[in-house]
């Protein structure tokens, strides 16, 4: 048992040596350590952009990273085995607790370094044999579709966001992560907050099931999402996810949750989310920017997602990813490197046409401070003015989004601890937001709620409304007497950096194919499939 516990640690060494295998001749002799880090698949896409273009003079920094799940890296960084971790999501509690004994390795930072949309990738063909493209899901819908057994494409729910399309009446196939993600924490978070009853059923049907997650049984986020009931499938990281969904046969009637830009390199299109207003908005940088412009920070440098939002042009479910980073007792020559990464990650590695192709927002100038004082903790890290990139543009500023109110009439939306929720007002009073989120420290509960800056609720009928039942706009007639339309003022965002092409990025606009170099990584990567295969396999003969 001992030896298989062990493989995860062999398989990352592998890919790790193999990675460093597969550097340019001019990255192999660069000067400074090579770092080893990994974790999130939801920041994947960007980060192996940035790796490849620092590899490049006048960088020439050597940077690994195995895109497995953010809990895989969140457990890699606590097992030392990584010099830096990417996670979706902060430390859990039991891994904190687990930090305690770990030396230096419990002193820490978070970096903030991507913002992005988490999407509904999708494989739909419908009555007429065409794909479909311009998918619309209620938040109910979406929840449903990756928690009910037996759920149809034409769903009620689903046909009567849709009605121009013609939708087959086969079983939707939700594929979900295998692995542990900050995406199905993300995603799970936002359904416990939007569609309570749904996650509440979910819950109820596996109930039975002893081997799922404790957080999960007890109708908690969490990062393992259920397996094994249904018709659903599973993949390994975003771009397994993604690959399943994508292939002709195979994917035929198959949804995705991942980063947005999964579904943009493949092609593949990502369903509208009706938000908080009633509107259906795509994971745009301007939408996702928006969105997480309600997120409230916390002590740590991490952000309190907030799925209610009211802007119309806000797409949820929207959040950031985190490199985890060392600040005590780590080696200041790979510290330097690491804070030459990160900041070449949140200045020109922020520039727009960048996160524009890989489908991320960019970070705005309040998301680079933070990250400016964070990266300052690593031991080795050069001052800003000689770590951020020169020739990037700056950071924007963050977009205004409008207050969080709801009708009157409507029910306030429901909320889970760390979460923010809408408050419910009457015609003629002044909006409020109300935080509920529980202290990490103290397990104490907190509620704070204050007046929303912009203006008040005007009283008459209002103009347009949701059907809290399906989530779809409703005649104005039934959700109250009191209402009007909002008008006033909003929130906080993110925001900006131009490299030269590099040796290996996920996008290059002058390669025609293949590179050589990305020919001999999928070799390489084959080759740790099949040293990891031998491993299990001569592990279980010593083991049985």
Request: net charge neutral; with cysteine.
């Amino acid at each position: 048992m001992k030896r298989l516990l062990a493989l995860p640690a062999l398989f990352v060494a592998v890919v790790l040596l193999l990675q460093t295998a597969a550097m340019s001749p001019s990255s192999v002799s660069a000067a400074g350590p090579t770092l080893n880090g990994g974790g999130s698949s939801f920041a994947k896409l960007e980060i192996d952009q940035w790796r490849a273009e620092v590899a490049r003079q006048p960088f020439d920094l050597r940077v690994n990273y195995v895109a497995q799940g953010s809990s895989f890296g969140r457990q890699q960084y606590i097992g030392g085995t990584l010099d830096f971790a990417a996670s979706d999501i902060p430390f859990l509690p039991q891994e904190l607790t687990a930090l305690q004994s770990k030396g230096d390795r419990k002193n820490f930072t978070y970096v903030p370094v991507s913002a992005g949309g988490l999407g509904f990738m999708y494989n739909l063909i419908d009555l007429n044999g065409k794909r479909v493209t311009d998918l619309k899901l209620t938040r109910r819908a979406v929840c449903r579709m990756f928690t009910e057994p037996n759920m149809k494409w034409s769903d009620a729910e689903i046909q009567q966001a849709n009605p121009k399309l013609r939708l087959p009446a086969d079983l939707v196939r939700p594929i979900v992560r295998q692995d542990g993600s900050g995406t199905s924490y993300v995603f799970s978070e936002f359904c416990l907050t939007v569609a309570p009853d749904v996650w509440g059923r979910f819950v109820t049907l596996l109930t039975a099931d002893t081997s799922l997650d404790p957080a999960f049984k007890a109708g908690q986020a969490t990062s393992n999402w259920p397996q094994g009931w249904g018709v659903v499938g599973a993949g390994l990281a975003a771009d397994g996810v993604a690959a399943i969904v994508a292939d002709p046969v195979g994917g035929k009637n198959s949804i995705t949750y991942n980063e947005a830009g999964f579904a943009k390199v493949r092609g593949f299109p990502n369903a509208s989310v009706q938000n908080a207003s009633g509107a259906f908005t795509q994971p745009t940088e301007e939408a996702v920017s928006v969105a997480l412009t309600y997120a409230a920070g916390n002590p740590d440098g991490t952000f309190r997602l907030n799925f209610t939002g009211g802007d119309p042009k806000a797409y949820f479910p929207s959040t950031y990813s985190y490199v985890i980073a060392q600040t005590t007792g780590f080696d200041p020559a790979k510290g330097q490197v690491l804070a030459k990464f990160l900041c070449y990650a949140v200045t020109k590695g922020q520039r727009i046409d960048l996160t524009e192709k890989l489908g991320y927002a960019r970070l705005s100038q309040p998301l680079v401070d933070l990250a400016r004082t964070a990266i300052a903790k690593i031991p080795g890290a050069p001052a800003w003015e000689q770590c951020k990139v020169d020739s990037a543009p700056p950071p924007t500023v963050p977009p205004t989004a409008a207050p969080t109110t709801t009708i009157a009439g409507q029910p306030a939306a429901t909320t889970v601890p760390g979460q923010t929720t809408d408050s419910t007002i009457a015609g003629g009073q002044t909006p409020t937001q109300t935080s509920i989120f529980t202290d990490p420290v103290t397990g104490e509960t907190i509620v704070n709620t204050v007046p929303v800056d912009g203006g008040t609720q005007g009283g008459g009928t209002p103009t347009a409304c949701t059907d809290p039942a399906t989530g779809l706009e409703a005649d104005p007639a039934t959700c109250g007497s009191s209402g009007g339309t909002n008008t006033g003022g909003g929130g906080g965002g993110d925001g900006g950096f131009t490299a030269p092409i590099a040796e290996n990025p996920v996008i290059d606009e002058s390669a025609s194919g293949p590179s050589l170099n990305k020919i001999v990584w999928w070799l390489l990567q084959g080759a740790a499939v099949c040293a990891l295969g031998v491993a299990l396999a001569g592990a279980r003969r010593r083991t049985s």
